[in-house]
T-cell receptor, first 111, second 112 residues
């Protein structure tokens, strides 16, 4: 059982559609990060959220941290084929630097 | 900045052989992490170092796995003897307080 549960696990959509990916846990995290990973490469950090209720925007991507700091969501507006990849959420506890990763959401955006 | 550099990119070895994976973190980053990624288990933290000192190795699966960081610019992850179930992509990441985590491109290990 993953400490961080991501849903959906797989998502295939058409270019121009909107989508939301969820990251849920029963544990509280001091911060939560979202990464995107492409085949043959390591995860690349997209954003870090640290405050309950925080919303951050990165172009067409909107990230939200739950009020209780147990969950997060990533919303993509008008998805493009370049958004295709594996999206990972990762939580850090107060214990230090350690990150616990969710299982990931594999997104495919078809032209 | 060349980022986190891992070598080799691909390694194929026979069961029972020793495997050594290498990582050069970003200069100035004081934390280094080793992760393993598989389809079944996702990304799992194996061990991490702060200022070259191992802090938590509870994720290291067995005594066959060992990691060292002799200085701030180099770390190794060794598997001896290797087994087919060790096949995975192994990532090294370094972290700074300002810029957060940066992952290397990984080493794809296949043990046959």
């Amino acid at each position: 059982t993953q400490l961080l549960e991501q849903s959906p696990q797989f998502l295939s959509i058409q270019e121009g559609e909107n989508l939301t990916v969820y990251c849920n846990s029963s544990s509280v995290f001091s911060s939560l990060q979202w990464y995107r990973q492409e085949p043959g490469e390591g995860p690349v950090l997209l954003v870090t959220v640290v405050t309950g209720g925080e919303v951050k925007k990165l172009k067409r991507l909107t990230f939200q941290f739950g009020d209780a700091r147990k969950d997060s969501s990533l919303h993509i507006t008008a998805a493009q084929p370049g958004d295709t990849g594996l999206y990972l959420c990762a939580g850090a506890r107060n214990a230090g630097n350690m990150l616990t990763f969710g299982g990931g959401t594999r997104l495919m955006v078809k032209p | 900045d060349a980022g986190v550099i891992q070598s080799p990119r691909h390694e194929v070895t026979e069961m029972g052989q020793e495997v050594t994976l290498r990582c050069k973190p970003i200069s100035g980053h004081n934390s280094l992490f080793w992760y393993r990624q598989t389809m079944m288990r996702g990304l799992e933290l194996l061990i991490y170092f702060n200022n070259n000192v191992p802090i938590d190795d509870s994720g290291m699966p067995e005594d066959r796995f060992s990691a060292k960081m002799p200085n701030a610019s180099f770390s190794t992850l060794k598997i001896q003897p290797s087994e087919p179930r060790d096949s995975a992509v192994y990532f090294c990441a370094s972290k700074s307080a300002v810029y957060g985590y940066t992952f290397g491109s990984g080493t794809r290990l296949t043990v046959v």
